[in-house]
């Protein structure tokens, strides 16, 4: 018994005479951290971790009418008591037992400051007993406004804002000193329930809430009648919540990736976000989601990526961060069926595998064996075979027979692989698990690792990783942010080109998309897109030499769309998006690797041209993969479809053989002033039948060019009524068109 007397004695005097840890009171690392756009812009001030405030200020410098809205809130006796209200602990007490559960802790001010120092999550008895033991220790040492300077700068003011000061910001744009009374009994309210108090989501409970405290604080004399009746009449005029929160999934995304810089304790980032253009694709996305409404489309998501750097330079992740069901998950990041938009990797597959662009593949309704015995059965999205086809135009028509075949021909394994080496890390299972579907699109991947994937494309075949952070500021100054970029090549720089120019090639999608589709842009630009199964989502990626741009629509609740592609879902938005990004200065070409080798062929057999060809185009190819056959007297035979050189394809008797496509007889055309004249362009487009080699032009009855295959022309408009007038110029036919438009 003595000895045990002794080791409590003994407790006991260490424990009066060891102060309380300043480190437990004051951290060393209070710090919040302030996330600026490329610009220096504000984005986001973000607290510190562990629950600490990120802005301390002394007693001195909180209003006393926070001080008054806080005691009477939380422990009216807090001036009287040594840390522990007896007749507190005893009310929650009883109140705990009738209710037969947790009502009330009878926590005290200082209590609640010795959770917070000893990072006590949850409630039990041990840990109610060790916060009164060390209340009891803070009394011995801190005077009573050190204890609420403490709890004031440590508090919880909802909406992840810790600290008055910081919450004092956050609602109303001012400093914690200059506080009215209506504002303090407002934040004085959210501690104790910061999830329920929250001012943005339930106004009307918390204005419940703060009367309550403002008719408490007359009732005790803290204040007098005039500035009761002051308080209650105020209009506490809340910061917008969006106004906290600049580009929201950017931010988070960027707090998900300071880790890995492994920086502690970082005061300031500068991202790679341009919050300019932020502004601009959250409205764009906004007004193309409005308008699809009526499709059953709800959500969409907007990436852009500088092509030279990495840099991430705008992310929209929904159309609203804060609605409340989905706004947060963020359509950037989210792994979704990509449709179509993989095919052109599994055709530079195709390409390194010794194929050219020139070679035909079959579609056609074709059924392949699948490893399960049954047979899988692809379908264009068009329901339309075209037999035969050239890779170039395969790709960019975007078929899906021809894919299939493929990645059949080449491996499945093969084509998983190379999309690894591309970093599609969402890709978790096995090959065998998507099988031959993997070409249309059956695994699921983000949006940022398309973006990066075209980037590799864009960059003549070398791999990176996309960041978000060009600078990190600590206590101790600038940070180096550690190189984890691996830059690898994964393509040869001439498969990279070719596939850019098949992605450009808007006369090789005409078959799919016909005339003045969305991706026929005024300056060279790469794009594909897709659709996944059932119309679930809607992707449109491509790249100019300067940016990625990924366009995303659909619903994050997998609910399918109504009549939607890719095609009439994303890529209006993608033009815009690249129109915006354009406006001021047209990109360079494509560069060409000098290695790749140019030959005329055949249309219809792909093979050398010669004379006999009536239609013919220039090809690009890689060193050794030239046809070294002429096409005359050859002919083509895949399975049942034969196609000679000379045999002419289609019903002539229901075509014309001269005919203008764009413009429409009687079309509209509206000058947009707010866009350059570059970027309106329109794009003259004939089609004309094998036999016509040349097509002249004449617009109002002057001539304005002399055409050749694929028969287009660009032509500056001009504000009136035209007449456009198409004439075979060369061939034995003197066929012709007429048409006539209005630009306004």
Same mark, same amino acid.
Request: proline residues 4%; aromatic residues 10%.
């Given at each position: 018994?003595?000895?045990?007397?002794?080791?409590?004695?003994?407790?006991?005097?260490?424990?009066v005479i060891i102060p309380v840890s300043s480190q437990q009171l004051y951290p060393s690392d209070f710090c919040s951290k302030q996330i600026y756009d490329r610009n220096g812009?504000?984005?986001?001030?973000?607290?510190?971790?562990?629950?600490?405030?990120?802005?301390?200020?002394?007693?001195?410098?909180?209003?006393?009418?926070?001080?008054?809205?806080?005691?009477?809130?939380?422990?009216?006796?807090?001036?009287?008591?040594?840390?522990?209200?007896?007749?507190?602990?005893?009310?929650?007490?009883?109140?705990?037992?009738?209710?037969?559960?947790?009502?009330?802790?009878?926590?005290?001010?200082?209590?609640?400051?010795?959770?917070?120092?000893?990072?006590?999550?949850?409630?039990?008895? !041990?840990?109610?007993?060790?916060?009164?033991?060390?209340? !009891?220790?803070?009394?011995?040492?801190?005077?009573?406004?050190?204890?609420?300077?403490?709890?004031?700068?440590?508090?919880?003011?909802?909406?992840?804002?810790?600290?008055?000061?910081?919450?004092?910001?956050?609602?109303?744009?001012?400093?914690?000193?200059?506080?009215?009374?209506?504002?303090?009994?407002?934040?004085?309210?959210?501690? +104790?329930?910061?999830?329920?108090?929250?001012?943005?989501?339930?106004?009307?409970?918390?204005?419940?809430?703060?009367?309550?405290?403002?008719?408490?604080?007359?009732?005790?004399?803290?204040?007098?009648?005039?500035?009761?009746?002051?308080?209650?009449?105020?209009?506490?005029?809340?910061?917008?919540?969006?106004?906290?929160?600049?580009?929201?999934?950017?931010?988070?995304?960027?707090?998900?990736?300071?880790?890995?810089?492994?920086?502690?304790?970082?005061?300031?980032?500068?991202?790679?976000?341009? !919050?300019?253009?932020?502004?601009?694709?959250?409205?764009?996305?906004?007004?193309?989601? +409005?308008?699809?409404?009526?499709?059953?489309?709800?959500?969409?998501?907007?990436?852009?990526?500088?092509?030279?750097?990495?840099?991430?330079?705008?992310?929209?992740?929904?159309?609203?961060?804060?609605?409340?069901?989905?706004?947060?998950?963020?359509?950037?990041?989210?792994?979704? @069926?990509?449709?179509?938009?993989?095919?052109?990797?599994?055709?530079?597959?195709?390409?390194?595998?010794?194929?050219?662009?020139?070679?035909?593949?079959?579609?056609?309704?074709?059924?392949?064996?699948?490893?399960?015995?049954?047979?899988?059965?692809?379908?264009?999205?068009? @329901?339309?075979?075209?037999?035969?086809?050239?890779?170039?135009?395969?790709?960019?028509?975007?078929?899906?027979?021809?894919?299939?075949?493929?990645?059949?021909?080449?491996?499945?394994?093969?084509?998983?692989?190379?999309?690894?080496?591309?970093?599609?890390?969402?890709?978790? +299972?096995? %090959?065998?698990?998507?099988?031959?579907?993997?070409?249309?699109?059956?695994?699921?991947?983000?949006?940022?690792?398309?973006?990066?994937?075209?980037?590799?494309?864009?960059?003549?075949?070398?791999?990176?990783?996309?960041?978000?952070?060009?600078?990190?500021?600590? +206590?101790?100054?600038?940070?180096?942010?550690?190189?984890?970029?691996?830059?690898?090549?994964?393509?040869? %720089?001439?498969?990279?080109?070719?596939?850019?120019?098949?992605?450009?090639?808007?006369?090789?999608?005409?078959?799919?998309?016909?005339?003045?589709?969305?991706?026929?842009?005024?300056?060279?630009?790469?794009?594909?897109?897709?659709?996944?199964?059932?119309?679930?989502?809607?992707?449109?990626?491509?790249?100019?030499?300067?940016?990625?741009?990924?366009?995303?629509?659909?619903?994050?609740?997998?609910?399918?769309?109504?009549?939607?592609?890719?095609?009439?879902?994303?890529?209006?938005?993608?033009?815009?998006?690249?129109?915006?990004?354009?406006?001021?200065?047209?990109?360079?070409?494509?560069?060409?690797?000098?290695?790749?080798?140019?030959?005329?062929?055949?249309?219809?057999?792909?093979?050398?041209?010669?004379?006999?060809?009536?239609?013919?185009?220039?090809?690009?190819?890689?060193?050794?993969?030239?046809?070294?056959d002429s096409c005359y007297g050859q002919e083509l035979d895949m399975g049942a479809v034969a196609i000679h050189c000379r045999e002419s394809t289609g019903n002539r008797e229901?075509?014309?053989?001269?005919?203008?496509?764009?413009?429409?007889?009687?079309?509209?055309?509206?000058?947009?002033?707010?866009?350059?004249?570059?970027?309106?362009?329109?794009?003259?487009?004939?089609?004309?039948?094998?036999?016509?080699?040349?097509?002249?032009? !004449?617009?109002?009855?002057?001539?304005?060019?002399?055409? @050749?295959?694929?028969?287009?022309?660009?032509?500056?408009?001009?504000?009136?009524?035209?007449?456009?007038?198409?004439?075979?110029?060369?061939?034995?036919?003197?066929?012709?068109?007429?048409?006539?438009?209005?630009?306004?």
């Amino acid at each position: 018994m003595k000895y045990l007397l002794a080791v409590l004695s003994v407790a006991t005097v260490l424990f009066v005479i060891i102060p309380v840890s300043s480190q437990q009171l004051y951290p060393s690392d209070f710090c919040s951290k302030q996330i600026y756009d490329r610009n220096g812009e504000l984005l986001r001030e973000v607290l510190s971790q562990d629950y600490k405030t990120s802005v301390w200020v002394s007693i001195d410098n909180i209003s006393p009418s926070m001080i008054k809205a806080t005691i009477l809130r939380e422990d009216r006796r807090f001036l009287f008591h040594h840390g522990v209200d007896l007749f507190a602990l005893i009310r929650a007490s009883w109140l705990n037992l009738i209710h037969g559960k947790v009502i009330s802790g009878g926590s005290t001010i200082t209590m609640q400051v010795a959770k917070m120092c000893l990072n006590l999550r949850s409630r039990s008895l !041990l840990n109610k007993i060790l916060e009164t033991i060390y209340a !009891l220790k803070i009394e011995l040492y801190l005077p009573k406004s050190r204890i609420m300077e403490i709890y004031l700068n440590r508090a919880p003011y909802g909406n992840q804002t810790y600290g008055v000061e910081a919450a004092a910001r956050f609602y109303f744009r001012k400093s914690a000193n200059h506080l009215s009374y209506g504002e303090s009994c407002m934040l004085a309210v959210i501690p +104790r329930a910061p999830t329920l108090m929250n001012a943005y989501i339930s106004p009307a409970a918390v204005d419940i809430e703060r009367r309550k405290l403002i008719q408490t604080l007359l009732d005790q004399h803290f204040i007098d009648r005039g500035i009761y009746e002051i308080s209650l009449r105020e209009r506490l005029n809340l910061v917008d919540q969006k106004v906290n929160f600049e580009a929201p999934h950017f931010v988070d995304y960027v707090l998900s990736r300071i880790p890995a810089a492994g920086i502690n304790n970082a005061t300031e980032v500068i991202t790679t976000i341009d !919050l300019r253009l932020q502004y601009k694709l959250e409205k764009m996305l906004s007004t193309t989601l +409005r308008s699809l409404l009526d499709y059953h489309v709800h959500q969409g998501a907007v990436v852009v990526v500088s092509v030279p750097t990495g840099e991430i330079l705008s992310m929209v992740g929904s159309s609203d961060y804060f609605d409340a069901k989905e706004g947060q998950v963020n359509g950037c990041t989210s792994a979704r @069926q990509p449709g179509s938009s993989l095919k052109p990797f599994l055709y530079s597959l195709a390409l390194m595998s010794g194929m050219s662009l020139a070679d035909f593949l079959p579609d056609t309704i074709v059924e392949f064996r699948v490893r399960d015995g049954t047979n899988f059965v692809p379908r264009n999205y068009s @329901q339309k075979y075209h037999g035969p086809t050239r890779l170039r135009e395969a790709l960019a028509s975007s078929f899906n027979v021809p894919a299939v075949y493929l990645i059949e021909e080449l491996g499945i394994e093969s084509f998983y692989t190379l999309l690894k080496r591309l970093r599609f890390q969402s890709l978790n +299972r096995d %090959a065998q698990h998507y099988g031959l579907s993997l070409s249309l699109g059956a695994g699921e991947v983000t949006l940022l690792e398309l973006v990066n994937a075209y980037r590799v494309l864009a960059r003549a075949g070398v791999v990176g990783e996309l960041t978000c952070i060009r600078e990190i500021y600590s +206590r101790g100054g600038k940070d180096m942010i550690p190189d984890t970029n691996g830059q690898e090549r994964v393509l040869p %720089a001439e498969v990279a080109y070719m596939i850019s120019d098949v992605l450009a090639d808007d006369a090789g999608r005409f078959k799919a998309f016909g005339a003045d589709n969305p991706l026929d842009l005024p300056f060279a630009c790469a794009v594909k897109t897709g659709t996944s199964k059932d119309y679930r989502d809607n992707w449109c990626i491509g790249y100019s030499t300067d940016y990625v741009v990924g366009i995303w629509v659909g619903n994050f609740s997998g609910a399918p769309m109504q009549g939607i592609s890719g095609i009439t879902g994303a890529a209006p938005l993608f033009r815009d998006v690249m129109i915006e990004l354009h406006r001021d200065k047209y990109p360079t070409l494509f560069r060409r690797p000098i290695t790749l080798e140019e030959r005329q062929i055949c249309l219809r057999t792909g093979m050398l041209a010669r004379a006999v060809c009536s239609n013919h185009i220039e090809e690009i190819f890689l060193p050794g993969t030239c046809p070294v056959d002429s096409c005359y007297g050859q002919e083509l035979d895949m399975g049942a479809v034969a196609i000679h050189c000379r045999e002419s394809t289609g019903n002539r008797e229901e075509e014309k053989d001269l005919t203008i496509l764009n413009p429409g007889n009687g079309d509209i055309f509206r000058i947009d002033p707010q866009v350059s004249s570059q970027s309106q362009i329109i794009k003259l487009r004939i089609r004309a039948v094998n036999s016509i080699e040349s097509v002249k032009l !004449l617009m109002d009855g002057k001539v304005i060019g002399v055409e @050749q295959y694929p028969f287009e022309f660009l032509w500056q408009p001009i504000r009136g009524k035209h007449v456009l007038e198409a004439i075979a110029e060369k061939g034995d036919t003197d066929a012709k068109d007429r048409i006539a438009f209005t630009i306004y």
